[in-house]
């Protein structure tokens, strides 16, 4: 696979398999799997994809919308290229449902064995020489469980919260996931390192391989272009955020950047990109004349996004290896984020961007200010600019798929 040439059909199949996939309300929603399997297509790895996952009855709908989450629609299949792979659905009762949304470990564990099982009843396991789990909790539990009922060794990929983010109700299940697995994944050198540091994991069957972004998307187009199909104003500096309106996420930081930022300069504009349970404080917190919200947008228009801001603003408290750093870079745009997980290994491999640790409001606006005066959008110098795509991440995934089947 090093050397680019495609894999053998006769290679001994890998069955992967996750909850994250794009939904109808949230088409970039677990995008970074569907790349993984489209990269893994193009390269000839045979594997097959069990999407799954638990759909929303009336009484988790009215429950979700009391919370501020968007119900989940039920979903037949995922498309990845030219094939459709079938949803197979978990069936929860109320009570575990609703233990979901309020972190029950009994009802996170009881899902992950709903998963193994309908997995069990889809799948011919017996074909199969190693499992891949992207996500480490509730998915890479099940696919401990399948392992050990059938012998066949798993991995399994920590994208974030099942680490950053842990309950301590969850940490032994996680913990046992990762010292049962032939190897981990992680997505930066922060998020094993969190692994070590809360769970006492050894990190001995750990390697990082990080997320990539497709470089013929995401890239460069005109800026007023941009701005005129999304209706954005072209006498701006356009600082956006991309992302869940979340307080892990930073999102509640916002207004407080705005104000400072507004104090040192006063031709900003907002554009903020998502949705969750904090978009009803951001509408009435954020300065109105000067911020745009776009709600969810279809992972197809993140580009034209991207394309129109100045600054991508970072403010997570959290995150494993963020995509749409990627992204924006990809598109020529600076970011500013915050000291948190692997922000900075996805900003600062090629300075296309600046970290701030104390004081995150005051420090990101004069970050964003600094870089603002000095018109540091990069689409002019892009040939310098080094940015893994998925073929890199997804060869570096199969090296281990070889190593664990052997």
Same mark, same amino acid.
């Given at each position: 696979m090093t050397n680019g040439e495609p894999m053998s059909r006769e290679t001994p199949s890998v069955l992967i398999f996750s909850e994250m996939f794009p939904k109808p309300k949230s088409s970039s929603s677990?995008?970074?799997?569907?790349?993984?399997?489209k990269a893994l297509q193009r390269l000839g790895m045979p594997f097959d994809f069990a999407p799954v996952s638990t759909f929303d009855n009336l009484s988790i709908r009215l429950?979700?919308?009391?919370?501020?989450?968007?119900?989940?629609?039920?979903?037949?299949?995922?498309?990845?290229n030219q094939k459709q792979y079938p949803v197979l659905n978990v069936s929860l009762g109320l009570r575990d449902r609703i233990g979901l949304i309020t972190q029950k470990? *009994?009802?996170?564990?009881?899902?992950?064995?709903?998963?193994?099982?309908?997995? &069990?009843?889809? +799948? =011919?396991?017996?074909?199969?020489?190693?499992?891949?789990?992207?996500r480490v909790f509730p998915e890479g539990y099940a696919a401990m469980l399948?392992?050990?009922?059938?012998?066949?060794p798993y991995i399994v990929t920590a994208h974030g919260g099942e680490i950053h983010s842990i309950s301590n109700k969850n940490k032994a299940f996680v913990k046992e996931v990762l010292e049962k697995a032939a190897r981990v994944i992680f997505v930066s050198k922060a998020l094993m390192k969190d692994a070590c540091e809360?769970?006492?994991?050894?990190?001995?069957?750990?390697?990082?391989?990080? *997320?990539?972004?497709?470089?013929?998307?995401?890239?460069?187009?005109?800026?007023? &272009?941009?701005? +005129? =199909?999304?209706?954005?104003?072209?006498?701006?500096?356009?600082?956006?955020?991309v992302g869940n309106l979340i307080e892990v996420k930073g999102a509640d930081r916002l207004p407080a950047i705005a104000r400072e930022l507004m104090k040192l300069r006063s031709d900003v504009f907002f554009l903020i990109v998502g949705d969750g349970p904090l978009m009803k404080t951001l509408r009435e917190k954020m300065p109105r004349d000067n911020t745009h919200f776009t709600g969810r947008i279809h992972h197809d228009l993140m580009p034209l996004a991207l394309?129109?801001?100045d600054v991508m603003v970072v403010a997570s408290r959290n995150e494993g290896f963020p995509a749409t750093i990627l992204e924006a870079r990809g598109c020529g745009?600076?970011?500013i984020g915050s000291e948190a997980g692997g922000v900075s290994e996805a900003i600062d491999s090629d300075g296309m961007g600046g970290i701030v640790g104390e004081n995150i409001e005051k420090s990101l606006s004069?970050?964003?200010?600094?870089?603002?005066?000095?018109?540091?959008?990069?689409?002019?110098?892009?040939?310098?600019?080094?940015?893994?795509?998925?073929?890199?991440?997804?060869?570096?995934?199969?090296?281990?798929?070889?190593?664990?089947?052997e």
């Open positions: 677990g995008i970074f799997i569907i790349e993984r399997l429950l979700k919308k009391l919370k501020g989450y968007s119900p989940s629609e039920p979903i037949k299949s995922v498309q990845v470990a *009994n009802s996170w564990v009881k899902y992950a064995h709903g998963m193994a099982t309908t997995i &069990e009843k889809n +799948k =011919k396991l017996e074909e199969f020489r190693l499992l891949h789990a992207h399948l392992s050990e009922n059938y012998s066949i809360k769970l006492g994991y050894d990190k001995s069957n750990g390697i990082v391989i990080p *997320n990539g972004v497709d470089t013929n998307v995401f890239k460069p187009m005109d800026k007023e &272009e941009a701005r +005129k =199909k999304m209706s954005l104003p072209l006498d701006k500096k356009i600082v956006g955020f394309n129109t801001m745009i600076w970011v004069e970050a964003i200010d600094s870089s603002l005066d000095r018109g540091l959008h990069l689409a002019s110098s892009r040939e310098r600019v080094q940015i893994p795509s998925w073929e890199d991440t997804v060869e570096a995934e199969v090296r281990v798929y070889r190593e664990c089947m």
